[in-house]
């Protein structure tokens, strides 16, 4: 069976030459099937209950179940989706893929046995990995119309736009697509998960039109302690994302791990640092939201940099989204809620560009593909990672353009006045989320 797993050995492979190659062994091996079992889990982990809980404290408190329902809805929905189609589409079933999308030889799991394998792991074990990065993308897009969006539409967009977008851009990456086969680098989803979910956030946001009161009523976080344990959950959650895409208990998750970490603990002192400088006093939501974009930023290049180009990798990352969420926010006048494209967005188009520049067979910070290399003319990667983001953001674009306009017509994406001024958590679901007597 063809898939990330596979294409990515190939990838480290050629990469990292002064690690003993990977292995391609037909047996199973309880080492890496136990190691992406708990990665698994800790993707998993990183959207309930921690995106929730990162997301529910930065809107106001009479909105906070809504976001809360939103993440564990979705993570209900788009788990059966992924399982009844949206697993086939992007890996189908067969060796050889087409260039656009899976073969549908594997609706409902039905060409997996307890005995298949993907490499040296259970294929259902790689499945059921996949299905975690197809609930946390679409729940990122929820910070963007946090507050005002209907919780029928936001279903059925949500729904639609994972099989429409997320699934077959993940099929061009990782399941044997056309730019895997341009040699796109993305290893752990810069572009599968950060861009798409970014440009569909962004979308959003102009279509829906912004908050009531924006920009000139202050909407602050409603519970900073929620966010920061959201936060940490993220950090913590994030190494089954980065690290767990290695599908192998070795040096290359090792690695991954590492840089991951170093990425996010410079990212959150960048950003921190931006913020004292400007405004005078280093913020609490400002530090974690650092490590957030330090984190979405070295997610495409996990694999394939070393630890300096890291530290480089997070420096930038919590610089530029710092910056990309002001001029989105006080210039543009964009009401992107909880700063989804100028975090995740802004920094998974960095991350996956830079992989261009570091990627390196001798972990090097400056001798990366994108100046050259073995078989690689100057430039030659660089002009991949750039086809890969251009390509990933004007199709997400323009598909999530169309599915917000069809849902609006069919069911009205936006709550009333009323309700958006009482607050989702009643006008939607009945419910308080503090209900202090």
Known sequence: MFGKGNLQR????????????????????????????????????????????????????????????????????????????????????????????????????????????????????????????????????????AERMRFSSMLLFSSAWLLLVYAPVCHWVWGGGWLAEMGFLDFAGGSVVHITAAVAALVAALVMGPRRGFPTTVMMPHNMTMTVTGAGMLWVGWFGFNAGSALAANGNAAMALLVTHISAAAGSL???????????????????????????????????????????????????CFYATMFVKQRLKIDDSLDVFPVHGVGGILGTFLVGVFCSTELGVFSGLGFGGDNATIGSQLKVQAIGIVATFGYTAVVSWILLKVVDALLGLRVSEDQETEGLDIALHEERGYDIR
């Open 270 to 320: 960048a950003w921190m640092a931006c913020e004292w400088v400007r405004h005078g006093k280093p913020s609490v939501l400002g530090i974690v939201t650092g490590m957030v974009a330090g984190l979405g930023t070295i997610t495409p290049a996990s694999g394939s940099v070393g630890p300096a180009a890291a530290l480089v990798i997070g420096l930038c990352a919590g610089v530029i």
């Open 10 to 145: 190939a990838l480290l492979a050629s990469l990292f030459l002064s690690i003993p190659s990977l292995s391609f062994a037909d047996d199973l091996s309880g080492a890496n099937t136990a190691w992406i079992l708990t990665a698994t889990a800790l993707v998993l982990f990183m959207t309930i209950p921690g995106l929730s809980l990162f997301y529910g404290g930065l809107v106001r408190s009479k909105n906070v179940l809504s976001v809360l329902m939103q993440c564990f809805t979705l993570t209900c929905l788009m788990s059966i989706l992924w399982f009844v189609v949206g697993y086939t589409m992007a890996f189908g079933s067969l060796d050889e893929q087409g260039a656009f999308i899976g073969d549908f030889g594997n609706v409902l799991f039905a060409a997996m046995t307890v005995d298949s394998l993907n490499g040296d792991i259970p294929a259902v074990l790689f499945a059921a990995f996949q299905m975690t990065f197809a609930i946390i993308t679409p729940a990122l897009i929820v910070g963007a119309f």
